[in-house]
């Protein structure tokens, strides 16, 4: 009995040797902590956009037949009065010859029909003739007088049409696509044009507005009419596919005369210079439109997480503990979001590491000046 509990005691004294203390708690992660301020700032909204040339003209003939020449290639610059096409001219050629010869016959009877006046007007004079054989003279000389212009005017139309088969560039700009080849028949009904001629020289931006945006767009801007607003809005840039930003600033010029009913927004057109042709038709971007906003809290937007399409932050409360807040957005740059909603100027922010955070966690704050942070965002 006694060796038992011996034995006992040494496999108790041995578990409890073998346990190891338990670990204490990590302490709270540090992380950066600005706090928010409310000053005057440019805040940036920004709109899908497409672009076209200032003129885009589909070419088409204006007679039917058989293309023979193509003269320019697909993405040629051309000239206006240049030559792109030549349609076989032979059809409308002997159409001229024809048309000429009907001329000479008719002029034939114009001088038959004078010659046949001039005979019975002496014999009328002298009572010899009727005076209604003279009338019905004169009234063939000017029927055949009348078939002499028409035609002259069907030579015309004649040489007109042998001008068509000539097809030229009815403005400077670059060729687009040429869909038909050498041998094609081509005609003014064709669903496809021979070429689309773009005038790239400026570009316009179109884009559209919602209701609230244009509200705000008027309001933002001095101005009694929407055309002093628009002379009185600055100029807008161009954020291309890339996110670079076109060289060339624009200006807003037109609005639509009214809202779509389908999508409840309103169409502008800003115009950008091109004169080294770098933009083209059919490319799309984004207008970007710089407006003043006397109070904007700004915060980074890596300090931002988003949640079913919202954006979050997490603010800095009592005992160190955080939790998320949602924020509106009213603009950005490219790197700093301008806060409409959801913050007040004095508010602490996490700056960053917020991937790993929740609601209620307590953290090791490191204040940050929100001067340095935000002037490092904009160089």
Same mark, same amino acid.
């Given at each position: ?9 040494? $496999? ?51 007679? %039917? ?7 320019? #290639? ?17 059809? !409308? ?9 009907? $001329? ?25 003739? %009727? #005076? ?34 000539? /097809? ?9 696509? =040429?869909? !038909? ?17 773009? #005038? ?93 906003? %006397?109070?904007? =809290? ?15 932050? !997490?603010?800095?409360?009592? %005992? ?38 929740? #609601? ?12 340095? /942070? ?6």
């Amino acid at each position: 009995m006694r060796q038992a509990i011996l034995s006992l005691l040494v $496999v108790l004294l041995y578990s409890c040797s073998s346990k190891q203390a338990a670990p204490p708690p990590p302490p709270p992660p540090q992380l950066p902590v600005m706090a928010v301020t409310s000053e005057q700032a440019t805040t940036y909204l920004e709109f899908p956009a497409s672009l076209e040339g200032k003129v885009n003209v589909e070419v088409r003939p204006q007679v %039917s037949g058989y293309l023979e020449k193509i003269f320019v #290639d697909e993405g040629a610059y051309v000239k206006a009065g240049q030559p792109l096409f030549k349609i076989n001219p032979n059809v !409308y050629a002997e159409q001229l010859n024809g048309a000429n010869s009907n $001329v000479l016959a008719a002029e034939a009877n114009m001088e038959r029909a004078q010659v046949e006046v001039d005979r019975l007007q002496p014999l009328v004079t002298a009572n010899v003739v %009727s #005076d209604v054989q003279l009338k019905t003279a004169k009234a063939n000389f000017e029927a055949a007088k009348a078939a002499v212009a028409q035609a002259k005017a069907a030579v015309g139309n004649a040489r007109i049409n042998v001008g068509y088969t000539l /097809v030229t560039a009815p403005v400077s700009g670059y060729i687009g696509r =040429i869909p !038909y080849k050498i041998g094609a028949l081509v005609g003014n009904n064709d669903a496809q044009p021979l070429t689309l001629l773009s #005038d790239v020289s400026e570009m316009y931006a179109y884009f559209s507005m919602s209701e609230p945006d244009f509200i705000a767009f008027k309001n933002n801007f001095a101005g009694n009419t929407l055309q002093e607003k628009l002379k009185a809005a600055p100029p807008v840039e161009l954020i291309l596919a890339d996110d670079s930003a076109f060289e060339h600033k624009g200006k807003i010029e037109t609005v639509e005369g009214q809202f779509n009913k389908t999508t409840g927004a309103i169409s502008f057109r800003a115009t950008f210079p091109n004169a080294q042709g770098i933009l083209r038709t059919g490319n799309t971007g984004k207008v970007r439109l710089a407006q003043q906003v %006397s109070s904007a =809290i700004s915060i980074p937007q890596e300090s931002t997480f988003e949640i079913q399409d919202k954006v979050f932050v !997490y603010t800095l409360g009592d %005992s160190n503990k955080i939790a998320s807040r949602p924020i509106s957005i009213a603009g950005k740059t490219a790197s700093v979001y301008f806060v409409s909603d959801g913050l007040k100027a004095g508010d602490k922010i996490v700056l960053s590491g917020t991937g790993n955070l929740k #609601d209620g966690a307590v953290i090791t704050p490191q204040p940050v000046s929100a001067d340095s /942070v935000l002037k490092s965002k904009s160089l």
